[in-house]
């Protein structure tokens, strides 16, 4: 029911979009946002099962709206071009030499991120004071006596 349902909406915004550019006219809405970003991944992606992705690649109206869009907006990504494949005989290591530096990096940063924000927030504080014979701290009575 869920795959019918999902294909009916598709069916309905393609003949609420017809011919037009964008869904209110030549200029594109927030709507057109919201679309886009639902039918761009199920146009692009690659799914195990593929029934709801055909039926969207049947809607042709559907299709060139989602192509005039990543052409407009993502230049570098538009159309229906996929990017190149690495040349043959490259092996990961040698597709970016700098990726374990950059994967352990990563891992610092965040946890930077995560320790700061502990300390910022109090959730973990360090406190500091003087600790006394045998390593243990002086109680108050200790230290009034001391004072003496």
């Not at 294909?7 to 003949?15: A, G, H, P």
């Not at 886009?36 to 799914?47: G, Q, T, Y």
């Not at 700061?116 to 243990?136: C, D, E, H, K």
Request: charged share 20%.
């Amino acid at each position: 029911q869920l795959y019918r349902e999902a294909r009916e909406c598709l069916t309905l915004l393609s003949q609420r979009l017809g011919s037009q550019k964008f869904f209110f006219g030549d200029s594109p809405a927030s709507l057109d946002a919201l679309v886009f970003s639902r039918l761009a991944p199920l146009l692009k992606a690659k799914l195990p099962n593929g029934k709801l992705q055909q039926h969207l690649k049947s809607l042709q109206n559907l299709c060139n709206y989602c192509t005039s869009i990543l052409s407009l907006y993502f230049p570098w990504d538009g159309g229906e071009s996929c990017p190149l494949p690495p040349p043959a005989g490259l092996g990961e290591a040698e597709e970016d030499p700098y990726k374990r530096r950059k994967q352990l990096l990563s891992v610092l940063v965040g946890l930077a991120a995560m320790l700061g924000y502990a300390f910022l927030s109090g959730i973990v504080s360090i406190q500091r004071g003087s600790v006394g014979p045998a390593g243990r701290q002086p109680s108050a009575l200790e230290e009034e006596e001391e004072e003496e």
